[in-house]
């Protein structure tokens, strides 16, 4: 069965940190990219930070120099370390991962999870 299993959600005070961790089947990790998104209440999911099967990053502006993605081929693994934590942080995060072919551009399903709170308090 394909899945994706997120943890290491939680709550913390801002300043704080946290990492997230997500598991995901063999057959969706190895040479799938792999991005952490969130969504917060009344907002649109968007991108926090992406990792390609090459180890390639990107993160979005909000994030970089803060959060640090990164993945262990070994156990399947993509994590989400979080540092400098903020009240904006605040949302339900998701790990996603999505194949890419040798054009950049994605083939097949778009694969989630189902998601991890993170709260962040003032």
């Known amino acids: 069965q394909v899945q994706l299993v997120e943890s290491g959600g939680g709550l913390v005070q801002a300043g704080g940190s946290l990492r997230l961790s997500c598991a995901a089947s063999?057959?969706?990790?190895?040479?799938?990219?792999m991005g952490w998104y969130r969504q917060a209440p009344g907002k649109q999911r968007e991108l926090v930070a992406a990792i390609t099967n090459g180890g390639n990053t990107n993160y979005a502006d909000s994030v970089k120099g803060r959060f640090t993605i990164s993945r262990d081929n070994a156990k399947n693994t993509v994590y989400l370390q979080m540092n400098s934590l903020k009240p904006e942080d605040t949302a339900v995060y998701y790990c996603?991962?999505?194949?890419?072919?040798?054009?950049?551009?994605?083939?097949?399903?778009?694969?989630w999870g189902q998601g991890t709170q993170v709260t962040v308090s003032s």
């Open positions: 063999r057959s969706i990790f190895r040479n799938n990219a």
């Open positions: 996603n991962s999505k194949y890419y072919n040798n054009y950049g551009v994605p083939v097949g399903p778009n694969y």
